[in-house]
Every structure is written in C-alpha cells, then in structure tokens.
C-alpha cells in the first residue's frame, strides 16, 4: 500500500526535556502510535474528515498525562511560554482534537479521584476524569446523586460536560449540568488557577454557585477547553431515594453465546431503582403528544419527560440486525413519551404522579404499555429501566455509522416547525440511512426541561459506516444545512444546545447577531498567545482570513441553499 | 418509519472471517470504533463505587489510550491505511502484548457495538510475529519450549507426572487404556510447582465419585492457546490437529479440564481446525453434573464467606458463570459475597495473553487490584477456578500481605466431601 | 452641542432632567453609599435610543448609569463618577404574556406591582422575593439575583431566566437564548453554550444595560396550605428545616425572626412605598415580638392543576412524619394570631404588603445580606449577635430572614440594623456596626455574592486574584472607555 504517510509535528526538544521532567518520563510521551490512539474523537464528520484526508492537524505532537493541579499549571506554563497549543482530554469524545498540527495533548485519565462529598451541603468536588457513574455509585450509597445523566453515557466526564453538552434525561426537574455545577478552578494561560464561586473567597466553603457580581461561568460553560483547562469541578446533589445501588442487572452476556443470550432475552432487562417508576405512553399523533408534553411537565409530576423516537431501535437492539428490522417495522410506537416518577417526599407521592398521569393520559389519548398492551413492546423497552438513571446503551446509536446530530431548543411547540426543517433537510440533501428519518416519521428525541418551559430535540444522522467518506460527507452538509436552516427559520442558535464551534461561528453573523465579534474578545482575555484550541470556538481575524477558500466556498453555498 | 426512505441497508455487522482473521479482515471493524470507551471502563449500570469501576488493566495502569481497544483500534486502522509503518514506533509490540486478553473490552464492545476488539488485537500480534517477526524475546522462549516439551515452561515432558507422585490411587492413562472421562491438566497446573497441588485434588475427587477417567500422561500436549494469543497461529494450528486426532482416537465421551484457558482453547479456538467428536466441560460444570446426580456427597462446612472470581476463559469468554456458583452455593456453611466487578464485568488476574511472563509489573499489578477488590467484599477467602488466577492472585496476596485465603473451588468441594467441619 | 441637548436629540427635551432637586433625589437611596450627583437625567423609551445614549457617552467619554427603578436600596444605581443616568422606567412594556408557555417578556421598567397585578388576573404568577418594594424593577431585581420566596424549590424558585437583549457598553446589541438570532422567546440557552446570560448578573449595570428580558410564570397553585413552626432557637430550626427539605416538602420555605415576624402582623404600620420612609411608633410592636418565638419557619404547600388537594394532603404526611421525629407539630397559625395563616397566603403573592412594615421602625433598614452552608448558620448569627452586643444595639431590634436555597444546601440570610437616618448619631454609630458586622462576617467565611457598595472592596480583596483579574481584563474589553457604571464592583 503505498498510502502517504501522516507524521505529527513534534515538539520543541527543550520543550520536550521540560515537560518530561514535571510530570516524568512514564507519563509522556511522542511515540507514533501512542499518539495515534489520540487521534479521533467520536465520528463527527469533523472528526473523521481529516483521517481520511490524512492531515496533520488530527495528530497531537505528544501526550502527556499529569497527575495534580500543580503539574496541569506548570504545563501551562511552558506550554505559554514557547506558544505549543494545547488541548485537554477526557474521554476524547467531542471536541477533542486539536485544531492545528503540534498541539499537545494533556490527557487527564491520571486525576479520577472524587475529592469530597459534603453531604450537608449536598456537593461533591471532582477531578476532571471522574464520571457520571463513579460520582453516582459513591453519592447514591449516601442517600443522594447529581441528577441525572446524558445519553452520552455514564461514562462521560462531568468536567468536560461543564465545557461541552451535560445534558439529562432528568432535565424536566433537574435541568441540566448548568443548574448544578457550584464551582470549577480552571487553570489559565499564564499559569494561575481561577476558582468561581464561593470557594473563591477565602475563609468561605465551596457551597455556593455565584461568583460575586458579574459571573465569568456563564462565559466558561460550553467553552470547549478555549478558556482554560478545568482540573476540578464541585456539582450539586440532590435527594435520592432509589437505594444504596443499582439492583443488579438480572443476566449476563458472555462473548461466544452473545446471539444466543440476545434470542434468550436473557440480558438488557435490568429492575427499577426502588421507589421509582417509569411509564409509557403511546399517543395516536404528533398534537396529543405534544399536548400531552405541555400538560405532563406543568402538572408539576415526575422527574424525567422524554420523548424517544428511533432512539429506542438503536439502544434497545441488541444487534443492529434488530435495529434495521424494527426500524423497517416501525416497531417502536412513533408518537411517545417516558416519564420517570420518584417517590421523593414519600410513596404516597408515586401513587399521587401516577393518578395524575393516567388522568392526562385520557386527556390526550394515550395508551400505557403494560402487560395487558403491547407487552413485548414494553419488554423492549426494558434497558430504559436503568438507562433513564444511568445511561450505557447510547453508544449503540453509532453502530449504523454515526455522523452528528443537531439538538434545537425552545418551546415545546416548536418541535413540529423543526421536523419540518429536518424533513428539508434530508430532501435538500438527501438521506444516508433510513434512521435519518427519526425525527420525521416519528418524534425525534424530545427532552423537556425545567418544568416544561422550554425542551429541546435531538436528530441525529448515520452515515452506515464510518470508513466512508462519501457518506460522511453527506451527513456532514445535512448537519450544516439543517445549522443554517433553523438559522433562517429563527428557530434555534447552535447545532448542540447552543455549542459553538467554527467555522460555523464566523459564518454566522445572524447569530447574536456577531457573537463571534464578542467572544473574540473573551479569547483575547483568556487565551491572548493562542494556546487554548486556537480557533475552536471563535476565530481570530487572521484565523478567519486563513480558512481555505474550498472550505469558505463550500460554506457560502451551503447558506444560499439553505435561504441565507 | 422507513416508508420514505430510498436507501439500501447493510444488515450484518462484520462478517466473521473463516478462522483465524488477518489484519486486513478486520478494516473496516478498525474504522468503526467510535472512541466510547466502555472498553477501559464498566458496564454504568454495574458501577458500584468509583474505585473499582475500570475494566481494563493494561489502559488503567497505563491510562494512555493506546494501552486500551480503543487505542489499539485506531492504531491498527492507521497501520491499514499506511499513516504509519510498523517500525516508525518504538512502543508498537508493547502495546500489542501489554493485554491479557481477558476480554472485558469485548463483551462491552460486542454489546454496544457488535465488535471484537480482541480478535482485532490479536491479528495484530499475528501479523507482528508471523509477517513481521517481531516476537518478544519473553515469548519466543514460550515458542521454542513448545516445540521442544509440548509446553511453552521448558519443563522435561515427564514432569507432566510429578503431580501423580502422592496420589493413593493409580490413574489411567488414556493413551494406553479405555476410560469415559478425559482429564486434561493442561500446562500450567501439570508444571507450575505453586498451583500443582489443586491438581490432585481434582483426580481425586473424580475417583472418590466413581467416574471412569484417565489423563494423557507424559503424552499430554499444550492446547495451544497461549500460542494462538502470542501471534504464533502456525503453531498452535499444529497443536490443535494433533491433538484433535489423538482426543478423537480416544473413544471418549467428555473431556473435563480444570483450566479454562484449555477449556476455551478446545471449545472455541479448535472448531477453526477441526471437530472434537465428544463434549468438553470445565471442571466446575462436571462438578455441578455430579453434586446433582448424588455422586458427590457434602458436608457442612464451618461458617465462612467467600468471594469468587470469574476466570475470563471461563466466564466472559465462554459464558460459565453459573456452574461455579451454584458448586459453592451447594455447600452448607459457605455464603457467596460477589465482587463488584463479577460475571461479566470481572477484573481479570492478570496472567492471561502472555503478560504473566512477558510484563510482571502489569500482571503482579493487576492481581493486587484484585485482591483488594476481594478484600472489600470481607470475605475470609477467595475462590477461583482457573490455574492462571490461582497462581497470580496468589502472588497479588503476598504482596498486599493479606490475610485472604486463596483456593481452588474444587478444593472447597473437597474438603467438604471429606468431612467438611468434622473432618 | 452640549451633552443635555445631544441628549435631548436622542430622547426629546421631556425626557430630560436636570433640576436640582432631582438630580438630588438621583444621587442617593436608604443606603449607605455615599451620594454622587448626575450631571443629567436620560430617560429613553425604546431600544435605540438606549443604544444612542451609550455610544454618546462613549464619544463624550461620560460615565453612564443604568436605572430601572431605583429600589435596589442598596446603592446599585447611584453613580459612583456622576454622568448620566439612565432613567429606563418609560420602558416599562410587557411584551408578552404567554400562558401555554409560560413565560412574559418585560422590559425594565416593568415592577413587581404591575407585573404581578397583570398575571395574577390571568391566574399566573411571577416569582417574588421578600422584603422588596412593590415598585422595583423585575428586570433589575432578577439580573440582580434577588432570591424569590420559593427559592427552596429547585425547579420553581431558581433560574428564572429566558432569553435576555443587552446593550454592549460600545452600543452593540447582544442577545441570548433564541433571542440571538430573533426566535421566539422561551429559551435561555445560546449563542455560545448553555450560560451567557449569567456573565450579565450581578452586574449593577458595568457590562451593559438590558433591555428586555423573557422571565418564567408559574400558575398560581389550585389549592395552599400554609403551616408555622416556631423554635426557641436557629440551631433547632436549621436541624428540623435540612429534614424537611431533604424530603422536598413544599414549595416556598423561609425563616423570620420575631422582629421581622412582629413588624408584619402589627397592624398599625403601613406598608412604605418611598425610602427611606417616615418611621411609625412602635405601638404594639413589643407585645407582639413577646408573643412570638426567636424563630418560625413558614412552610406553604401547593398543588397546581391536577387533584391539588391530593397532593397537599401526602405533602402533609410527610411534613408531619418530620416534625414527629423532633417533636414538632406544624401549626396553620401563629399561636395567638389567628389570621395569620391568610395573611401569609397573602404575602406570598404581593410580599411587599407586609414586608417592608419593618422600615417603619426608624426609617431605614440596613440590609446585610449574604450566602451561608446551613451549618454554620448558628455560628454568623452569633457574630451578628457579638458585634451588636459590642456596641450596645438591642439584638432584638435586629430583623432576621432566613431563605434555604434550592433544598437547603445553601442558606440566604439578610439581617437588618435599623436606622434614623435624620439622626446623625445613630447614623453614625449604625454604620460602624454594619460595618463590623459585615467584615466579621466575611472572615468567618460568610459569602457575600452581592458585593454592594462598600462590601465590593471587601469581597473583592478577599477573592480569587486570578478571577477578579480576568473580570477586570473583559470589563476593559467590553467597556474599553470605562463608561458604564464606573467605580462599582471591582471596577
């Protein structure tokens, strides 16, 4: 094969010497294939693009894995002071890569350890490579938990969340990882650490969520790793009532009778936390559930409120011969909802939700799954049981190929005008699967938040396979029509609740309008040498300028498709 | 849902190659890992602290993510691909056999993603040895002994015999006499002095039950299997089509081996060469057969709580999670306590793919996170049914200077049929 | 051109003011801040012109205040450098009001009063604190973050925010939530990540005026019910409320001392709109402060659309199976008070019927207002109580609230010295013990998140450099000329 070679840029060897000796010669390093492991994120198009057109930007320079806060900001420190961009790195999975060729990665697998739980003050402190599921199995063994969890998994890092997505299928009570995060200390580029909050004070607990006056969290979430590396995070608890653990997941696959212990069903059906339920519900059409979702939230009921849509045939398939037959069969209900009920206050209060459920339930006309209906149906549906709490199965989306999604936010009726928009989309553009068409055929996955005053939906595209570039580049322009097209629809900003990332920032002058002018100037502050992600979140002037022009073409075509 | 849609689906995953897979059948597999990580950490929902929540020894002691299947997919795509050559790095072969194969990445992988990483890692060990000679110095030892004794421990092949030395009854030798029962040793329990002693227990359990068994004697070779994972697939290829044909000429109805590694080799790696016209059962799952049908008799023993942990051959490999179990649980006075990580989520010992020789430091480091799991369930003992566990986390209790005891299940059974407390 | 007739072009000669007695009237409130002049008083009526105003002063180089309705009472809108004023109470539009969504869109001119008045007609509610006057800007108080009387609920009482617009110190519009690219309003999140709107709380105006501001409603419950529980001291209360709120019981939640108690249910005081404001005589205030315990806590059950009955009646269980546990018995009214219970209803939709009745005792309320663990409560009471002792004022002539926050993880605590301010002796004497007070506080690790005049050079000498440097470097960024509320803050 005589496919050219990808080679990183390395280091400075002086840079190199210097790093080795913070942190060690074990825990750095350049070697061609350590850093390989390093070298894709999850498979957006963004992220895959670049591998197949080999460029040098997917590779960092070295990694290195420190094991304290001092050795983050010495790091830092030489890292600024010889201009090496950086890129911090949990489970690589969003956003991860480094922007330009000799980018050094800090991977921070080496700080897992849950600092503290106050459990008077119902906080937690972490290092950045703690997860859900180890913050949720230590807190929930002390009567409390975080409040939920992504369908991005339990294994994702709540610190990284903090400067991604962090969003829940319990939003409907608990409102995402922005409602819970009380502090972050987040080393800066000149070295010094910024701790938010009251933990800022000196003399004052890490209790309490505001910095005095104006507050820069609202500027550090969502960031990208752009403004700073977070080496630790303190998030909120909250009462949990569904025992000291998981029950335990009844069966257990074994890798040589996986496909007989999936015809068995003997696995995936894992018990309810105690005191919680969760029902079904099937609706006839897209308006009773979306009613159904209006009066649902505001009965005040429930901890969760969810739609699935197609979502259900990935992460309920065991196989994803499974997911194309249901998915051919429509064997999910395409109008549905879940809520979750959690007898906080007492039992009384579980069978309270449920009388109120049922109640709206006839309202819009909608069916529980039960034993009596639709039983194997609602025996699918059993990963859900801890998934709701804890989720795992999510990953199975990215089986089919897996190429992005778009999550537009606002009210709940709004979700009707943004199937519209994805139904364009997928005309304009054209389908590379037929689960695009979740969020279509069926409701996308609907979450809503904060007691129903507003929800936001998740479609996602799936381009078969991810070794194809054809593919990927097709659900790449879906992603990117569908961006400009809520744009011009004045539906919702940002392709992931309200992520930014170039070049999608600079071309969107709608936005703000001139976000990108404004957060420039946050990067001017925070990141003045340009070592943080350079150009991730917002370009520079030169950075915009120095965007190629089949990139800048492409773009521009793509907003005239779309109406702009 | 799919009443619009225009486009053709791919229904199967990854066609399963015939035999042993070459690295190029696994492109595509390579391509497809998506970066989720559930092959260095738990199952969530299984989760039970924060301690011991990793799957992975080889990326938790490490934590670089070459160190892991998701590391070690990416490389491997790169190598199709030709981003890179094989000798452009120094840490290559390091990060092929730093892996027990203990498949945790696997079951993960296989049911989120419907992927085989460690198939995947394992032709590239294929590759590395057979096409590319790269073989550890470690290893190749292993090799060369093969071809020499029939065992990779440079062991003169009569030593298969030193077990049999104190026994009070004379086994059959199956190469020259008939029997039912096939008792295969395997290497490791017929050769490490450390583990050898469970091996009597074994022989003698079966003739306290009456069964009609032999072994192989000095005729016993290696299943192979330890072969198969170093790269080394010619080799073990000639191991398995001798031994099919020797085990068929047998008459035989069921061979029982107490290893799981040999228990695995034969029921899954040998089908690639040929059929075995008999049945084969780990030693625990003839134990079970015979605790059912009467033939053994258990006594009470005196109060105690044990932990147990899953072999990878046996239980995640293989899906022998219960017959373990349900032996221990037969017994009056012994209470299960199970690890956090058990089933098919368990933390492996750390001997298995070659590391127990080539990598000490992963391998001693790996049994004592064991040990300390098994310490936190404050259990008296730790029971396992594999010579490979015995041996390392054996050495993870020294080292840890803790006060669990180690034995083979069989072992327990057999102090049970012996008296159990009054004995 | 002058600077007033530059003005005058912008907003019409009505809308300017600068006579005398009112530039007087702008340049203090019942605080303590010391009083600064404006040169002129702006008052725009629509976006533009706000928009105009600034980039005037940004030519001029004239330090420009924002005022909604200067009932902050804490000295937020009184220029620290003089300047302009501008006066947003013509601003006062409700956009929009959108029951199925619940939302309302105001402007910052809108109050508490007007707001709720309309609502409340349409069976809604907006979330309200305590002890603030009928006429303060919603707009201000929310980005001032005023913690609302049902702040104990994590869902109901916190985040009250939607979509935001602000006025860039250099003119520019900036907008958040689906706002930022002219959606319908309903969500807060965006243009960049989940929590651009919090970079403009706290903020007294110094990054930027806003404009208009989407907030949430809630309905106005089908059926409440309120109980009482009094305790002869905080540690008791704390102990008993952390159980109760563990349990998530209830929707508001909120502690009185008897001070604070006694001022709402004597009856001879009126409700002051202007302050500071004429003291009453105290009359019956010593009776009944006699009457009532050191502290109760005020407990309201709610249920909204679906069987409220039902769920006030399991909410009742499980606050009775708490209070058994510490022998308590929740109580519908303030023994020896019947009424109290409707009154309290009451108070919970319009709290500043009864709330501000404490200012009549001598005019003016000196507000220490901070953030605590629930823990250490006790221990800043006990500091309040040493530094009052140490100069001789009454602890029982201290008011007392305690708000538990989100569940009670955290506790919000004001405590009021009250003060003649036509007395300069006391004035004098009042100012040193808040003073004293507030510094005690602070190095026993008190947590001032609102760093109001003189607290801002304490809180800020005491808080992360790293930070305090960073909100300077985007303070130089977005106001490069220094012109929006210079002086304030760290700024």
Redesign the interface.
């Known amino acids: 094969m005589n496919n050219p070679k990808v080679e990183p840029e390395k280091l400075p060897r002086e840079v190199f010497k210097t790093l080795e000796s913070i942190v060690g010669p074990d825990y750095i390093t350049e070697d061609r294939a350590v850093v390989e492991g390093y070298s894709r994120g999850l498979v957006i198009p963004g992220e895959i693009l670049p591998k197949h057109m080999k460029e040098k930007t997917v590779l960092p320079a070295a990694i290195i894995l420190p094991e304290t806060t001092e050795e983050v900001q010495a790091i830092i420190r030489v890292a600024s002071r010889n201009g090496i961009p950086v890129v911090p790195y949990t489970n690589g999975q969003l956003g991860s890569l480094g922007t330009i060729p000799g980018t050094l990665c800090i991977h921070m697998a080496r700080m897992d350890k849950i600092i503290n739980i106050n459990e008077?003050?119902?906080?937690a402190t972490l290092q950045p490579y703690v997860s859900y599921h180890q913050l949720q199995a230590e807190t929930m063994k002390k009567g409390l938990w975080n409040g939920g969890c992504p369908l991005a998994t339990g294994i994702t890092k709540l610190a990284s969340q903090f400067v991604g997505a962090?969003i829940w299928q319990t939003d409907l009570?608990?409102?995402?990882l922005?409602?819970n995060v009380i502090s972050i200390k987040m080393i800066?580029s000149d070295g010094?650490?910024?701790?938010?909050g009251?933990a800022?004070?000196?003399?004052?607990?890490d209790?309490?969520e505001?910095?005095?006056?104006?507050?820069?969290?609202?500027?550090a979430?969502?960031?990208l790793g752009t403004m700073g590396i977070l080496t630790e995070i303190t998030v909120?608890l909250?009462?949990w009532v569904g025992g000291h653990s998981f029950p335990e997941d009844i069966g257990h696959p074994s890798i040589d009778t996986y496909y007989q212990d999936v015809e068995n069903k003997s696995f995936d059906r894992p018990p309810l936390p105690e005191k919680h339920k969760i029902y079904w519900l099937e609706f006839p059409d897209y308006d009773n559930e979306l009613e159904a979702l209006?009066r649902i939230s505001?009965?005040?009921?429930g901890i969760g409120l969810n739609a699935a849509g197609v979502y259900s045939d990935y992460y309920c398939s065991q196989t994803h011969e499974m997911t194309i037959g249901r998915a051919e069969k429509g064997f999910f209900p395409p109008w549905n909802c879940y809520v979750m009920l959690a007898g906080?206050?007492?039992n009384?209060?579980l069978?309270?939700e449920e009388?109120?459920l049922r109640?709206?339930a006839e309202e819009t006309k909608a069916k529980f799954l039960s034993k009596d209906y639709q039983p194997e149906l609602l025996d699918s549906l059993a990963p859900w049981n801890q998934d709701c709490f804890r989720h795992v199965t999510g990953m199975r989306m990215c089986r089919g190929g897996w190429a992005g999604l778009i999550i537009p936010?606002?009210?709940?009726?709004?979700v009707k005008k943004f199937s519209e928009i994805w139904a364009r989309a997928l005309e304009v553009v054209g389908e590379s699967h037929m689960t695009d068409r979740g969020g279509i055929d069926s409701t996308p996955f609907i979450y809503v938040v904060?007691?129903?005053?507003?929800q936001?939906c998740e479609t996602d595209t799936y381009p078969q396979t991810h070794s194809d570039p054809e593919g990927l580049k097709n659900s790449m322009a879906l992603m990117v029509y569908n961006w400009w097209a809520c744009?011009k629809e004045?539906?919702?900003?940002?392709s992931i609740?309200?992520?930014?990332m170039e070049p999608f920032?600079s071309f969107s002058p709608?936005?703000?309008?001139?976000?990108n002018i404004?957060?420039r100037?946050?990067r001017?502050?925070?990141d003045p040498q340009g070592i943080y992600s350079p150009g991730k979140?917002v370009f520079t002037e030169e950075e915009l300028k120095a965007v190629p022009d089949m990139i800048k073409d492409s773009l521009l075509e793509l907003r005239k498709v779309a109406g702009l | 849902m799919n009443k619009n849609s225009k486009v053709k689906e791919y229904k199967t995953r990854f066609p399963q190659p015939e035999g042993f897979g070459t690295l190029e059948d696994y492109r595509q597999m390579a391509w497809d890992c998506v970066n989720c990580n559930y092959c260095q950490e738990m199952w969530s929902w299984d989760v039970k602290s924060a301690e011991f929540s990793y799957i992975c020894p080889s990326w938790a002691k490490h934590k670089f993510f070459a160190y892991s299947a998701r590391g070690r997919s990416q490389i491997i795509r790169a190598l199709l691909e030709g981003d890179f050559d094989y000798k452009d790095s120094e840490k290559l072969a390091d990060i092929a056999y730093r892996c027990t194969f203990c498949g945790a990445c696997e079951i993960n992988c296989l049911r989120l993603m419907e992927r085989h990483p460690v198939q995947m890692i394992e032709a590239l060990r294929s590759e590395l040895v057979e096409e590319r000679a790269m073989v550890l110095s470690e290893h190749k030892a292993y090799l060369e002994s093969t071809i020499k004794y029939d065992n990779p421990f440079a062991a003169p092949k009569d030593e298969r015999l030193t077990w049999t030395e104190d026994l009070d009854f004379n086994i059959k030798n199956l190469a020259r006499e008939k029997g039912e029962v096939l008792l295969y040793i395997g290497c490791m329990y017929s050769l490490e002095t450390r583990v050898r002693n469970t091996v009597k227990v074994f022989a003698q359990i079966l003739h306290a039950a009456g069964v009609d068994f032999g072994y192989l004697g000095i005729e016993e070779k290696c299943c192979g299997m330890v072969q198969a994972r170093i790269g080394e697939r010619g080799l073990f290829e000639m191991l398995a089509q001798e031994n099919i044909k020797a085990f068929n000429n047998l008459g035989i109805k069921t061979l029982v081996t107490p290893c799981p590694h040999c228990y695995y080799s034969f029921k899954s790696y040998y089908p690639k060469v040929g059929k075995l016209n008999f049945q084969v059962l780990h030693f625990t799952q003839y134990l079970k057969y015979l605790i059912d049908d009467g033939k053994i008799k258990l006594n009470e023993m005196p109060p105690q709580t044990i932990t147990y942990s899953d072999p990878c051959n046996l239980g995640r490999w293989a899906g022998v999670y219960e017959a373990p179990r349900q032996v221990l649980k037969a017994i009056k006075g012994v209470e299960l306590k199970e690890m956090e990580r058990n089933h098919d989520q368990a933390w492996c010992c750390g001997a298995g793919g070659g590391v127990l020789v080539a990598y000490p430091d992963l391998s001693t480091w790996t049994a004592e996170q064991r040990v300390k799991e098994a310490e936190s369930t404050g259990a008296s003992a730790l029971a396992t049914a594999c010579p490979w566990c015995e041996y390392n986390l054996e050495t993870g209790i020294d080292n840890r200077k803790s006060k669990m005891e180690i034995s083979d299940i069989a072992q327990i059974v057999y102090k049970s049929m012996r008296g159990g407390k009054n004995e | 051109m002058s600077i007033k007739d530059e003005l005058a072009n912008i907003v019409g000669h009505e809308n300017i003011l600068d006579d005398p007695a009112t530039l007087e009237r702008y340049s203090k409130d019942q605080s303590f801040v010391k009083s600064c002049q404006p040169a002129v008083i702006a008052k725009p009526g629509i976006l533009k012109e706000v928009q105009d105003i600034i980039r005037l002063a940004n030519q001029a180089k004239i330090p420009a205040t924002p005022y909604s309705s200067g009932m902050n009472l804490r000295g937020a809108a009184i220029p620290d450098q003089g300047g302009i004023i501008i006066d947003l109470t013509n601003m006062d539009r409700i956009e929009e009001v959108n029951e199925?969504?619940?939302?309302a869109v105001i402007e910052p001119g809108v109050t508490y009063g007007k707001l709720q008045s309309e609502l409340t007609g349409l069976g809604y509610r907006a979330m309200i604190p305590l002890g603030v006057p009928a006429n303060r800007s919603v707009l201000s108080s929310y980005l001032e973050?005023d913690p609302v009387l049902a702040a104990a609920s994590?869902?109901?009482g916190?985040?009250l925010f939607?979509d935001m617009e602000v006025v860039?110190p250099t003119g520019?519009?900036?907008?958040t939530g689906?706002w930022?690219?002219?959606?319908?309003a309903?969500?807060?999140?965006?243009?960049?990540?989940?929590?651009?709107?919090?970079?403009?709380?706290?903020?007294?105006g110094?990054?930027g005026i806003v404009t208009k501001l989407a907030i949430?409603i809630e309905?106005i419950p089908q059926a409440r019910k309120i109980f009482f529980l009094p305790f002869e001291n905080m540690e008791k209360a704390i102990i008993t409320l952390?159980k109760i709120q563990?349990?998530?019981?209830g929707l508001e939640c909120f502690g009185l001392n008897s001070f604070y108690l006694a001022a709402m249910i004597e009856e001879k005081w009126s409700s002051p709109e202007n302050f500071p404001c004429e003291k009453e005589s105290p009359n019956g205030l010593d009776k009944v402060r006699d009457q009532l315990s050191p502290w109760t806590l005020v407990i309201c059950l709610s249920g909204?659309?679906?069987?409220p009955e039902?769920?006030i009646?399991?909410?009742e269980?499980?606050l009775k199976?708490v209070c058994a546990e510490d022998d308590l018995e929740p109580l519908t009214n303030l023994p020896g008070f019947p009424g109290s219970g409707e009154m309290f209803l009451e108070t919970l939709l319009y709290p500043w019927k009864k709330s501000l009745k404490k200012f009549r005792y001598k005019g003016s309320c000196q507000n220490i207002a901070f953030?605590s663990?629930?823990?250490?409560i006790p221990k800043f009471e006990n500091i309040i109580q040493g530094v009052a002792k140490k100069y001789g004022y009454p602890l029982k002539d201290i008011s007392g609230y305690l708000l538990p926050i989100?569940?009670?993880?955290?506790i919000y605590s004001e405590f009021d010295l009250h003060c003649n301010l036509r007395d300069k002796e006391e004035t004098k004497l009042v100012k040193i013990i808040w003073q004293d007070m507030s510094e005690a506080l602070?190095?026993?690790?008190?947590?001032?998140?609102?760093?109001y005049g003189s607290w801002?050079k304490m809180?800020?000498n005491?808080?992360?450099?790293?930070?305090v440097?960073?909100?300077k470097?985007?303070k130089k960024?977005?106001d490069p000329n220094n012109i929006m509320n210079p002086g304030k803050?760290?700024f």
């Not at chain 1, 936010?409 to 709004?414: A, V």
């Not at chain 3, 563990?246 to 019981?249: F, G, L």
């Open positions: 008077e003050n119902m906080t962090g009570k608990y409102g995402t922005s409602r800066l010094d650490i910024m701790v938010t009251s800022g004070q000196s003399g004052a607990e209790f309490w505001f910095s005095p006056g104006p507050d820069i969290i609202g500027l979430r969502s960031s909120k909250h009462t209006y505001q009965s005040g009921i906080i206050s007492s009384k209060q069978e309270y009388k109120v109640q709206i936010m606002g009210r709940i009726s709004m904060n007691r129903g005053h507003f936001y744009i004045k539906c919702s900003p940002g609740v309200g992520m930014m920032h709608e936005i703000g309008p001139n976000s404004l957060f100037k946050v001017k502050v925070f979140m | 199925k969504n619940r939302l973050r994590f869902e109901y916190n985040d939607l860039l520019e519009i900036f907008r689906n930022s690219l002219e959606g319908e309903g969500c807060p999140w965006g243009p960049v990540g989940f929590l651009n709107y919090r970079f403009w709380t706290g903020a007294q110094t990054l949430k309905p952390q563990r349990r998530e019981i909204l659309n679906y069987f039902e769920k009646s399991y909410e269980i499980a199976e953030h663990p629930p823990a250490k989100e569940r009670g993880r955290a602070m190095d026993g690790g008190a947590y001032f998140e609102r760093p801002a809180v800020y005491r808080y992360n450099t790293a930070y440097s960073k909100l470097d985007l960024e977005l803050l760290c």
